[in-house]
């Protein structure tokens, strides 16, 4: 065996244990599920701190922490450092108070599993219950897809082709349909904690280790300073104050729609749950995107050789860690993106079965084995996109986050304005995915406009805004329909 | 303080919270500081003051805006 053969041996071999463990962790949370629709995608909400902390924070993560987040620290600085910190330290954290804590009160009066579900009870219509789910759906998937598609290149890059991308893909989705079938939320929240978990503590070791050998973080950022002065300053470049801001923004408010966050909103065990995470955030943060992001900013004055279309995380380690680790990173970065994958795809059947299936054919008798079909069909649909693509990672994300986030607006206008109509939130919800969908997708379309002194915004940002007007407009301008019930938002929402 | 009055105070903390979490002031400043950019630490400072202030309102005025004081009602599972 040459010493190429057996590194990849090694490499191999570690990432096939941490699948185990994964799926060992997977098959202890099925003993405990009980076969009903809500212990399947909720867990009969009951999930305590560090299980919803964990399964919310390495949910939200994905290949972008390992790999696209530290490309750009190294092509632009870390700036992205900051962006995450306003992101997900600030301002999901205030969402989650602002739309999470409403929306658990909600759920847990009233019985709801998903934000469709939660909207068409409020306005009285299963249409608007359906297309909520539809319009999530459609971002769902292409995320879905970057998510295989980004697992599928790590396996290749892993083992240097020896596995082919789409046998990479193909395992990846098949490990993924199988726990999520068994295990349902419990298994995803439990496996999201251990990896979780794990991703946090290989970046510290990998930043120490980086550090270690090269002297330090001064001697590291003194020479990112010789290479590339401008990555040190605030700002310049890709980052505009603007960008920084559009970004953020857009982004966590993205975020609280997609359906695998929005559907934690309904499971946490108790309020106490909900106050120890909502402070627990901002350290999080500051946890995983200061190494995580550093080391790639730092690899750029440490001689590391970016090719084109390459991650440079993995390249950096393994010029300065032994291969195991390099491959226990790798393990990691998989881990992120598989525990962002098999939440989407619970939460994705999840509202397939209720806001779709279900308005169109009826409840179904057994709706927690209906589920477990929809948690099949949505992985291979994703993966036959995934195989079909070549857009980069980092563009259909975007996208994807920008098409949520025009939901985010119309539905907080809900949750907090007795006065919103049924008509108003549908005009709102239509006429910002309608100009999302022309702009991400027509290349005529300009992707950012220029406004008088505040500057060029991104089209997700101007969409937000525009749902915003639109269902507060046509809200004012229309009277309730006779079947909506205003109040059920407004009454009784306590919880002790 | 009443609720209202809670609102508005937290609300303010909320906006300070966001406004500057991005370190404008330092905006093309370049400048080192034991061994990272002055902004970074700034970032590092930032998040542990927002934990601090999270802290103090889940702790102190959690609800505020949200919670209706009509018991019961809505049939709670």
Do not use: C
Not at chain 1, 107 to 136: I, N, P
Not at chain 1, 224 to 245: F, I, K, N, S
């Amino acid at each position: 065996m040459t010493a190429l053969q057996s590194a990849l041996s090694v490499e191999v071999g570690i990432v096939v244990g941490y699948l185990l463990a994964a799926l060992a962790v997977g098959a202890v949370a099925y003993r405990l599920t009980e076969n009903t629709a809500e212990d399947y995608y909720l867990a009969s909400r009951t999930l305590g701190t560090v299980v919803l902390l964990f399964t919310t924070f390495a949910t939200l993560l994905s290949a972008f922490t390992f790999f696209a987040g530290p490309n750009i620290a190294y092509n632009a600085g870390p700036e992205w450092i900051l962006v995450m910190g306003l992101m997900d330290g600030i301002l999901f954290a205030l969402l989650w108070y602002v739309v999470g804590y409403k929306q658990w009160l909600l759920g847990r009066a009233r019985g709801y599993v998903t934000l469709g579900e939660m909207l068409g009870d409020r306005f009285g219509a299963t249409w608007l219950r359906t297309l909520v789910a539809v319009v999530s759906l459609f971002w769902l998937f292409p995320y879905v897809m970057l998510q295989q598609r980004g697992a599928g290149l790590a396996l290749v890059s892993l083992t240097d082709g020896a596995v082919p991308y789409w046998a990479g893909a193909l395992g990846i989705t098949l490990f993924m349909i199988a726990y999520v079938v068994v295990a349902g939320m419990r298994g995803v929240a439990w496996t999201d904690t251990l990896q979780g978990l794990f991703m946090l503590s290989v970046v510290w070791i990998a930043v120490l280790w980086v550090l270690a050998s090269v002297g330090g973080p001064a001697a590291a950022t003194a020479r990112l300073g010789e290479a590339a002065p401008g990555h040190l300053e605030l700002g310049g470049g890709l980052y505009t104050p603007q960008y920084v801001v559009a970004t953020a923004v857009y982004i966590a408010f993205g975020v609280t729609m997609f359906p695998q966050i929005n559907q934690r909103f309904f499971v946490a065990g108790s309020k106490e749950t909900l106050k120890r995470t909502f402070g627990l955030w901002p350290v999080l943060v500051l946890l995983l995107f200061v190494p995580a992001f550093m080391l790639g900013a730092w690899a750029r004055g440490l001689g590391i050789q970016v090719p084109e279309g390459g991650n440079v995380l993995p390249l950096l380690l393994r010029e300065f860690t032994p291969t195991w680790f390099a491959a226990l990173v790798i393990a990691g970065a998989l881990a992120a993106m598989m525990s962002s994958s098999d939440s989407m795809l619970l939460s994705g059947a999840s509202y397939l079965t209720r806001d779709v299936y279900r308005p169109l054919f009826g409840a179904p008798d057994r709706e927690a084995l209906v589920a477990r079909a929809g948690v099949t069909i949505f992985a291979f649909g994703s993966l036959a996109l995934s195989l079909a693509t070549n857009a980069t990672l980092l563009q259909i994300g975007e996208t994807a986050f920008g098409g949520f986030a025009q939901l985010a607006l119309p539905v907080i206008v809900a949750l907090y304005w007795t006065r919103t109509t049924r008509a108003g939130i549908t005009a709102g919800i239509v006429a910002s995915q309608a100009f999302y969908v022309a702009a991400a997708l027509l290349p005529w379309l300009p992707a950012s406009y220029a406004l008088p002194v505040i500057g060029s915004w991104p089209a997700a940002v101007v969409g937000m805004v525009l749902g915003l007007v639109v269902t507060v407009a046509g809200s004012a301008v229309t009277t309730p329909a006779t079947d909506e019930r205003r109040s059920v938002y407004f009454e009784g929402l306590r919880a002790d | 303080m009443g609720e209202r009055s809670e609102a508005v105070l937290w609300s303010a903390v909320a906006v300070v919270l966001v406004a500057l979490a991005v370190p404008w002031f330092l905006w093309d400043d370049g400048r080192v500081v034991a061994g990272l950019p002055a902004w970074l630490w700034w970032h590092v400072g930032w998040m542990a003051l927002a934990a601090v202030a999270f802290r103090a309102f889940a702790t102190r005025a959690w609800g505020v805006g949200i919670e209706t004081d009509q018991p019961g009602g809505g049939g709670r599972a």
